[in-house]
């Protein structure tokens, strides 16, 4: 890390401004640090917390980075999980400004980046370290998710591993928009994808911090599809671990039809495209996701979800004030992703057609149906 820190030093005082990551000494060395965001979930830690704490056989630190709770999440980790590390914040810095300062001092060699409303399985994590201590162009490895409620069924977050269509619209193996699939065993393959969820991944923890860990401008949500964007760029790959398996309840945090929720899906979406689409496929494709915006934005509005079409013109204006902020960005990215790469751009996972076609007017609600060629 120090020599990467010493490539990139003419962009680090830039880089941590708008990255808002530290490189400090660490508290403790490990194998593995499970990392825990919390915000006034306490009745989740009191749930699920207990299963996490059996991740793997390997030796593991856990840490929950609290966002400011104020309910009593912090006495309970203190009166019944003082094995549990404890990152206090100072307020609420959303999920990917939560990790990356809840994140500064840890040194393991992996970082386990999981939602408070998981359950694992009984050492979820080994087969998850055999295939990345096994193959070094390895980033990121996302289990199986599926649902909490519905245990036959995939999760919404993530599924079997996420994929990208042309346009940079996100479906899952398992899931297409809305549509889930029953886990009958067909996505049993440990393979590469594009994206890995939020809910529940392992990535590297020097590589995390390299290429500039979350974009903190996006709050919450798809920080980790634009992340994973930017580690495939870098040549590594982002695998799904057909071997391990966990339970995500899902919306925690935001309901998946709430507004601000559509407001934040359709802001990042936009600017994960600035940020790491060719300028060549932007010229084209960035106008083009503007007019589909909007014809999404009709579609609420006809529906009667008033809220939902005023969230997509609030993303728009977002997207355009921030404009000159989002390119500068893109610049220090590259850079980052110049300085560490290994291989050429890993494009494994990004679907040539579109999503909307496939599924709108072909009626294909499977990703069988729609990727059968691993295009």
Wanted: proline share 2%; aromatic share 12%; charged share 25%.
């Amino acid at each position: 890390m120090r020599l990467l820190t010493a490539q990139l030093a003419k962009d680090e005082k830039a880089a941590r401004t708008i990255f808002d990551i530290e490189y400090e000494e660490p508290i403790e060395s490990s194998n593995c640090t499970v990392a825990i965001l919390n915000y006034n979930g306490e009745h989740y830690l009191e749930s699920y917390l207990p299963t996490v704490l059996y991740s793997s056989t390997a030796l593991t630190n856990y840490t929950v980075i609290d966002n400011g709770s104020t309910d009593g999440s912090l006495e309970y980790l203190e009166d019944w999980h003082p094995e549990v590390e404890l990152v206090r914040l100072t307020k609420n810095y959303g999920f990917a400004g939560g990790y990356n300062r809840g994140l500064k001092h840890v040194d393991s060699k992996y970082t386990v980046i999981l939602n408070s409303d998981v359950i694992v399985e009984k050492y979820w994590l080994d087969p998850i370290f055999d295939m990345m201590n096994t193959d070094k162009e390895i980033g990121i490895v996302q289990p199986k998710i599926l649902s909490l409620e519905k245990r036959n069924e995939f999760e919404y977050a993530g599924a079997a591993g996420g994929w990208l269509d042309t346009l940079g619209y996100p479906f899952c193996r398992g899931r297409i928009f809305d549509a889930l699939e029953e886990d009958n065993g067909q996505y049993n393959t440990t393979e590469e994808v594009f994206w890995a969820s939020g809910a529940a991944m392992v990535v590297r923890t020097k590589l995390f911090k390299a290429l500039g860990g979350f974009d903190k401008d996006y709050f919450a949500h798809m920080e980790e599809i634009d992340f994973c964007w930017r580690v495939k760029r870098a040549g590594y790959k982002v695998m799904i671990c057909a071997n391990s398996t966990v339970y995500h309840l899902g919306g925690g945090t935001l309901d998946y039809g709430n507004p601000h929720k559509t407001f934040l899906n359709f802001r990042n979406n936009l600017n994960t495209l600035l940020k790491n689409e060719s300028i060549s496929a932007l010229l084209w494709k960035f106008p083009l996701r503007l007019i589909l915006d909007g014809v999404a934005g009709i579609k609420f509005l006809v529906s009667g979800n008033t809220a939902s079409t005023v969230s997509i013109l609030k993303s728009h204006f977002s997207v355009y004030r921030s404009m000159a902020h989002t390119l500068r960005k893109r610049v220090l990215y590259n850079r980052l992703i110049k300085g560490n790469r290994i291989n050429h751009e890993s494009r494994y996972g990004r679907y040539s057609g579109s999503i909307l076609i496939a599924y709108y007017l072909k009626g294909r609600k499977k990703f069988n149906e729609i990727v059968s060629n691993k295009s």
